[in-house]
């Protein structure tokens, strides 16, 4: 199925896909699927110097690096995401 994409209604938005023989098991089951992300962070774009939020996968891990386009400028740039022995996260953002 992947991971889970929260639609920002609080709902899981990959609940929909989930198929099961018994119709009412089913809308239990979407009811219940909530999948909200807690943790999120900012960087400043390297290009054109917006603050932009982002939501943070914990499952991806401690280290974390993509690319990922600024959605002020669309230039892509490169995300570095760091989660320390304290649980602290520090993100930051170079050109690509």
Do not use: W
Not at 54 to 80: F, K
């Amino acid at each position: 199925m992947g991971a889970c994409l929260d639609t920002g209604a609080g709902l899981c938005s990959q609940a929909s896909q989930h198929v099961y023989p018994d119709l009412k098991f089913q809308e239990q089951v979407l009811k219940r699927t909530e999948c909200r992300m807690s943790e999120e962070t900012n960087y400043l774009c390297p290009n054109c110097g917006e603050e932009i939020v982002i939501p943070i996968d914990l499952t991806q891990g401690d280290h974390q690096e993509y690319v990922e386009d600024c959605p002020i400028c669309c230039s892509p740039v490169i995300i570095h995401l760091e989660i320390d022995d304290q649980r602290r996260i520090h993100c930051h953002a170079s050109p690509e």
